[in-house]
């Protein structure tokens, strides 16, 4: 009974910790001063992020545009490769394997660093195509590990089936491992999603004039200090999660039935 309370009483003390900033800043999302002294509720910052901040929604655009379209691309290119990697046999597969581990331990720094390198010495003017191309390389290897793993829990007598029943391997791959796969797919173009959404330090390095994202937008707004108009955007962002996050657990359960 007393580990059991112990256990508990630290639960609740993580829980405390992680979520009692998070509603701090939502309350503080309604505060009618800057300070971070309540002095009334108010839906000026709000107001003013809708209407008077051009340049956070146009970071955001960049944001989520980019998050999309490299989480589509690094999830394309993630699953293939663990089909290939788990299921055909060729020289050199293990060293892949460790090679794609490689950019799950590498420090973003060193990656940021690294890759502006090779884009001054190729000459790529840095803007949004660079950003694209440093959020699709880091996203691959988590893609691909997910469906590695989700890949190693299949049965592969069902695949056999499918040969023994006339399939083509293009079929087989179409209407065979890619449902059963699918919630992994899921999974993997998520956490894509979020990492390239979220990344700022490698972003920081490759990021040319007129291209910032929104991590980026918002650094050089707190600088100087936190604008409410930030608690206001981050309240927004914890309501998208939240129910992102419950619409995806619906979505998987459909595809695992």
Known sequence: MNKRR?????FLLSMTFFYLPLVVLVVYSFNDGKAMVWQGFSLKWYKELFMYSDEIWRAFKYSIFIAIFSGLLSTTLGTLGAIGLH??????KKYLEVIGYLPLIVPDIIMGVSLLILFVTVK??????SIFIVHTTFNIPFVLFIVLSRLAEIDYSIVE???DLGATEMQTLKKVII???MPAIISG??????LSFDDFVATFFVAGPGSSTLPLRIYSMIRL????????LSVLFIGFATMLTLSTTKLQKYFLK
């Open 6 to 10: 112990t256990s508990l009483f630290f």
């Open 179 to 181: 449902p059963m796969l």
């Open 124 to 129: 790529l003017e840095l803007g949004l195509a």
């Open 87 to 92: 299921w055909y046999n060729f020289k050199y």
């Open 189 to 194: 173009f998520l956490i894509a999603l979020t």
């Open 161 to 163: 089936a499918s040969y």
């Open 225 to 232: 200090g936190v604008s409410p108009v930030i608690n206001a």
